[in-house]
């Protein structure tokens, strides 16, 4: 049976809809979207009529102006006539002028992506994700790399925007990618080093990067993140990829920074597999590596001064004291700095983070202390020379019971701690401090060299044997 002979109830059933609805469309000979009349009278009374031409010389004066800035304005100079509730229908009018009479507005426009093409670097703070490692609180970044036609990516923790961070993780990221794009492209990066008077140079240390790897460095215009907008969307779906694997593990803490980064590292793994059509058209027309990497480090000639210490991109580093008035090489590293010396390796601890902070190990100037005990009271450094806060507490409690001799007494037991076993001595302190005895020095010598293991507390309940009676009556019946 065609269309044209169906009752007009089926036909309008077919349609989804009422049968007088389908007989008025039937009558009128027309489709229901020619049928709508666009309504451009209001149905209730404007209440910002009369002050709408002092709303619309403010917003042409200052196109930015907020409608709630102005719908406050209007409440203050006009009391009591315009209530909170109102404020949608000013919104409404101004978004409606603004799309009639407003200015332009900025255009941006798609881009068609090229394999092997362009890649886009920079880094994101992770901190919002509360991680913690054992317990504690990790902040960091991850230093993100993006191909921008495949969107395949790699990306790795690390603690700063630095050089050093930013040097390692593009060149872990091209080496795990295997060959090289045609472009490097980062907004303004402090770790590009952005130089001259209008700070639009790129710095030396990252162009012989650029060089070594036959790399064209790009960026994008200042204060135009969208510029860089493969990796600026992609850093929000990475911080809500991890957000809901964390959700689905169940758990934000670490047992160490190993596990976190294999948990980075499996997710990022999992998302480029999903990529692979287009990745490996992207990877057929990349560019061969460099025959090596470069060093992921930049040196530093530095004297070593009177105070033991090194100057090494503006924070302050501890040198074993026999280096005063030598020249020392300073290798930066990513997350930690080395000392050099004669071709040797003499020290090494973590990097800091910022600037105009200081990193004292007491082991560097302990001797020095102990024959100086009256330094030690207004030491600029004397903060780094607890090294927990058990040893904090020591000093406070030698502060409170012979303020005369604390720092001598103090600084007599923090250097047998740097010459024999600091955590030894920490458990000797802390033994003392818990059971509110004197500490003195032989005592504590003793406890650290000769440690009670006492056996730990185990609370064995003793079991219920009527319970066992009664279970044995039920097991015999």
């Not at 961070?165 to 795990?176: D, K």
């Not at 503006?314 to 000392?339: F, G, K, M, Q, W």
């Amino acid at each position: 049976m065609s269309q044209e002979k169906l009752p007009l109830s089926t036909l309008a059933a077919k349609a989804g809809m009422d049968v007088k609805t389908a007989r008025k469309y039937l009558r009128a000979g027309r489709l229901p979207s020619q049928m709508k009349v666009l309504r451009d009278w209001r149905t209730r009374e404007d209440p910002f009529a009369d002050v709408w031409p002092e709303a619309e010389a403010l917003i042409k004066e200052s196109p930015d102006l907020q409608a709630l800035t102005i719908f406050q304005d209007l409440q203050r100079r006009y009391p009591g006539r315009f209530q909170d509730g109102q404020l949608r229908t000013l919104q409404r009018r101004i978004r409606i002028w603004r799309g009639l009479h407003g200015p332009d507005q900025e255009v941006f426009f798609p881009q068609f992506h090229y394999p092997g093409k362009v890649s886009q670097s920079d880094f994101t703070w992770m901190n919002s994700l509360d991680i913690t490692i054992a317990g504690q609180l990790f902040p960091h970044l991850l230093y993100h790399f993006v191909l921008t036609y495949s969107n395949w990516e790699y990306a790795e923790v690390c603690f700063s925007e630095s050089f050093e961070s930013l040097s390692r993780g593009l060149q872990n990221g091209l080496w795990t990618l295997g060959g090289v794009p045609e472009t490097h492209r980062t907004d303004h990066l402090g770790a590009a080093k952005f130089g001259g008077q209008e700070q639009e140079d790129f710095g030396a240390h990252y162009m012989a990067l650029m060089r070594h790897y036959d790399l064209t460095p790009t960026k994008n215009n200042p204060g135009e993140s969208h510029e860089n907008g493969d990796i600026e969307q992609a850093h929000y779906r990475l911080k809500q990829r991890v957000d809901q694997a964390l959700l689905l593990r169940g758990s934000r803490d670490f047992s160490n920074r190993t596990d976190y980064e294999r948990f980075i590292r499996n997710i990022f793994n999992a998302k480029n597999r999903n990529r692979s059509r287009r990745f490996e058209q992207e990877r057929a027309v990349l560019r061969l590596l460099p025959l090596y990497r470069l060093d992921d480090h930049r040196d530093y000639k530095v004297p070593v001064g009177t105070w033991s210490t090194v100057r090494v991109a503006h924070n302050t580093y501890s040198v074993p004291s026999r280096l005063i008035r030598h020249e020392v090489t300073a290798r930066l590293h990513a997350d930690y700095i080395e000392i050099h010396f004669a071709g040797q390796c003499v020290c090494s601890m973590e990097r800091l983070r910022g600037t105009g902070k200081a990193r004292i190990d007491y082991r560097h100037i302990i001797a020095s202390l102990v024959r100086k005990p009256g330094a030690f009271e207004n030491y600029r450094y004397r903060e780094e020379m607890f090294p927990s806060t058990v040893f904090r507490q020591t000093y406070d409690r030698l502060v409170h019971d012979d303020p005369k001799h604390a720092s001598r007494r103090y600084l007599e037991i923090l250097e047998w701690a740097a010459m024999n076993s600091e955590s030894a001595m920490e458990g000797s302190l802390k033994q003392l401090l818990d059971a509110g005895e004197e500490l003195d020095f032989d005592t504590l010598v003793e406890m650290s060299e000769h440690p009670v293991n006492e056996p730990p507390d185990i609370d064995i309940p003793l079991p219920n044997m009527i319970a066992y009676d009664e279970l044995l009556k039920e097991v015999a019946v």
